[in-house]
């Protein structure tokens, strides 16, 4: 019975359902009171909320649901400033903030998203809202509406910041670096300010990463971020681009000398040793340094300048930083060409074994010769070892290039007159891989050198890897017989235990302990003590590498060092020199050399320019110092001239004149060069791009002579030239008197 009435009774019910929905009631705008409903269902739902103001900028208004969301009270909303309830989502792309700003301009706000300043929980809120105005068209406040975007906006923000950051080492990356430079750029370039940008590549990463694995070498790169930021610190923001490749960019910064320091810092701080699960890591980092807007204006242009620096710090040899020079653009053709004609260097026979004799320290007698690669290009001629080595290890053509030489010298020390040590480089990259000793053996097999007569001389590098492999290398190399050389002693991370662990016979003590060491409180001398020490209780010879003068070698026997080898000696000998030599059976080495090896004073031949007033004469820089210059060209110069030099590139040195003999001048700076992280000096300063602009050109980077863009538009004065112009070495190169020119070099150094 039940079960019939009830389905009588659903069915009744369901009939008067039908009927209502048959009924339309629309809402009519004269129907406040459902239209309020309506609202209040809406604000009630969650599915939006209402906000007003008054004229002052007050909250009056607020959905009361909104206000329960966000756990507080209405009464307490109500009459807060809404710029004070809302904080403006600062986003750092932009210095400005907007809501002030709308608000503030009395413009209409849309989709803007706001953080709620009460409330317990962090929200974000994306609100609209339009200013009204009474009859008198008087503001009289906002009406507005929002809606929670919480969470689709933290889960936006997520995917910002993966947009923007290095997940690995949460530096910025590589997309926000190219967004913050050219915004940076950008806004420098109207208040005439400068930004300088490094470029960093590590050096033996990828050794490492195939040696201790990824995970390590993502460990490695979370500690090399670590260590840069403990170094740049405030002053400027680095990224990740990728790889191995991190990049700084510094505002306001343009002094080259404190950018050579900075990137010294960094380059030390990189290279100190990593733990990394339990295994110990040693790399390196190459820098390249650009400043805007000297060597770009544009971020591209910029980025690409500090690549190219970049690249000559790597081709230099690794673990050094390079400031970008105009000529850097032809670096990466000459790379290039490296690359493409190293392939047949071999085959067309290009390459040649020159020996160095190293001799004993004590009698002087020759005891053993190094040989060195030369590589005679057919266009570019001499090419240093220290540019192709490295390239062919990039490339893979070192187990090539090694072998030649192993080969090569093997049997050229079996065709000299006397049984003498031949001691052969070998890099790392060739040293741990596993057919190594094989190599070895079968090449003494097939030249028929005597095993003791080969010495492999190898750099600490070899200790980065497989420490186990490296080890029975060691003790299969041992059982054939040849002799082990650790080289460079000293330069990058030395850890004296596996000094104890590899059977080494000699250690070379690089020639950076050498250079500098004679000049006032330097400490290498007594490193070199210590090295030596070290080495005799391990039975081990020492050899003190690229001794040049004659105070360097009494200081190197006067420390203890068994062995020397340097130029004071000999320079490498091809083997028909050296054949010639060992012919007349004269073993003992005469030193020869100048007694004081002058760090601070380098020789150079570069025609330069000369200020004057508003002239510019045409000089010879015969040598340079961090402190003067010696120059030559003008005659009869009064002491105390001032003077230009104009050193190319932007570089203008203030000098005066404090000797003067003849054609020659000593010129003294105003202030100090710096190291340009090669072998060379450069200004600190630059003339800038900006005043090239203010004397009415375009903005661009520098050329290679900028001063005359400036004088061109700067010189108004014709007063006649001040001194004689001539060309001493055309008189010179006609009446041949090299002695006179001598001493009147040696008469103007004083
Ligand atoms: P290294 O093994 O440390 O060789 C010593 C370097 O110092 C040589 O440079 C030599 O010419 C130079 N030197 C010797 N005495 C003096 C001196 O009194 N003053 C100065 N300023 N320099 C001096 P080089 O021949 O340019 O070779 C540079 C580096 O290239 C070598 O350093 C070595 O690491 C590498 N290398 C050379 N030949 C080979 C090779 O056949 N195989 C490999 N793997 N590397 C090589
Ligand atoms: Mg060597
Ligand atoms: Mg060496």
């Not at 050219?182 to 990463?205: E, G, H, I, V, Y």
């Not at 045409?618 to 050193?647: D, F």
């Not at 020659?664 to 340009?676: N, P, R």
Request: charged share 25%; aromatic share 8%.
């Amino acid at each position: 019975m039940a079960g019939f009435f009830a389905r009588g009774a659903r069915a009744k019910v369901k009939q008067q359902d039908e009927e209502a929905a048959l009924e339309l009631r629309p809402i009519t705008h004269a129907d406040t009171m459902r239209r309020i409903e309506l609202l209040d269902s809406f604000e009630n739902a969650g599915l939006g909320w209402f906000w007003a103001t008054d004229r002052h900028g007050r909250l009056i208004y607020l959905s009361e649901n909104a206000a329960k969301t966000i756990g507080c009270d209405l009464d307490e909303i109500i009459g807060t400033q809404l710029t004070k309830f809302f904080i403006p989502e600062v986003d750092d792309q932009k210095s400005e903030r907007p809501l002030n700003f709308l608000l503030g301009a009395r413009n209409s706000i849309s989709q803007l998203p706001v953080r709620l300043a009460l409330g317990k929980n962090q929200a974000w809120w994306e609100i609209a809202g339009k200013p009204q105005f009474d009859k008198a068209q008087e503001f009289a406040g906002y009406r507005g509406s929002a809606k929670d975007i919480s969470g689709t906006f933290q889960s936006q923000r997520d995917a910002d910041r993966l947009a923007q950051f290095d997940s690995l080492t949460g530096l910025s990356n590589r997309h926000r670096m190219n967004k913050r430079l050219a915004a940076t750029l950008q806004a420098f370039r109207n208040s005439k300010r400068s930004c300088a940008l490094l470029m960093l590549d590590l050096d033996r990463f990828k050794q490492v990463n195939d040696t201790l694995g990824h995970p390590a070498g993502d460990e490695l790169l979370r500690q090399v971020a670590g260590r840069i930021e403990r170094v740049i610190g405030e002053t400027g923001e680095i990224g990740r681009l990728g790889g191995d490749e991190f990049q700084i960019m510094i505002p306001d910064m343009d002094d080259r000398g404190e950018l050579g320091e900075l990137s010294k810092r960094l380059i030390q701080m990189v290279s100190q040793p990593y733990q990394i699960s339990g295994s110990r890591a040693v790399i390196g980092t190459s820098i390249g340094v650009a400043v805007a807007p000297y060597d770009g204006i544009e971020s591209e242009e910029l980025v690409k300048s500090a690549d190219l620096a970049l690249y000559a710090a790597k081709g230099g040899g690794r673990g050094q930083y390079r400031f970008y020079h105009i000529d850097f653009q032809d670096g990466v053709k000459h790379r290039r060409q490296i690359e493409e004609d190293l392939r047949d260097a071999i085959e067309n026979g290009e390459l040649k074994m020159y020996y160095q004799p190293i001799v004993d320290a004590k009698t002087h007698k020759l005891q053993c010769l190094e040989a060195l690669m030369r590589w005679e290009h057919p266009e570019r001629g001499f090419i240093p070892p220290s540019q192709f080595i490295p390239v062919a290890e990039d490339i893979g053509m070192i187990k090539e290039l090694g072998e030649w030489a192993l080969t090569q010298t093997c049997l050229q020390a079996k065709q000299w007159p006397v049984e003498l040590r031949v001691a052969v480089n070998v890099s790392a990259i060739q040293f741990t891989r596993d057919d190594f000793p094989d190599l070895v053996k079968s090449v003494l097999m097939e030249t028929g050198l005597e095993p003791h007569r080969l010495e492999l001389e190898i750099t600490e590098s070899v200790f980065l890897g497989d420490s186990e492999r490296t080890q029975s290398t060691f003790e299969v190399l041992k059982r054939i017989g040849v002799r082990l050389a650790l080289d460079d002693f000293g330069t990058g991370y030395s850890s004296l235990s596996y000094l104890q662990k590899a059977p080494f016979d000699k250690i070379k003590i690089d020639q950076s302990f050498v250079r500098g060491a004679t000049e006032k409180g330097n400490n290498n001398p007594a490193i070199m003590s210590a090295i030596v020490s070290l080495a005799e209780s391990l039975h081990m010879e020492t050899v003190a590498e690229g001794v040049e003068t004659k105070d360097e070698l009494s200081l190197v026997k006067e420390r203890g060092a068994s062995h020397v080898q340097g130029y004071i000696f000999s320079k490498a000998l091809s083997q028909d020199e050296l054949l010639e030599r060992l012919e007349t059976k004269d073993l003992v080495y005469e030193p020869r050399g100048p007694d004081k090896y002058r760090a601070d004073r380098k020789s150079v031949y570069r025609k330069i320019s000369l200020i004057h007033e508003d002239h510019r004469y045409n000089v010879t820089l015969r040598n340079l110092s961090k402190t003067g210059a010696m120059i030559e060209g003008l005659l009869e110069v009064p002491l105390g001239t001032p003077v230009v030099l104009n050193l190319g590139g932007g570089q203008l040195a203030v000098a005066k004149v404090r000797r003067s003999s003849g054609y020659m001048q000593g010129v003294e700076f105003e202030s100090a060069l710096i190291s340009d992280g090669a072998d060379g000096l450069c200004t600190r300063h630059r003339v800038s791009p900006y005043q090239i602009e203010a004397a009415g050109r375009p903005l661009s980077s520098l050329p290679q002579d900028p001063y005359e863009m400036l004088k061109a538009e700067l010189s108004g004065t014709y007063k006649p030239k001040a001194f004689m112009e001539i060309d001493p070495g055309a008189s010179r190169r006609k009446n041949e008197k090299p002695a006179s020119a001598r001493a009147d070099i040696s008469a103007a150094l004083g």
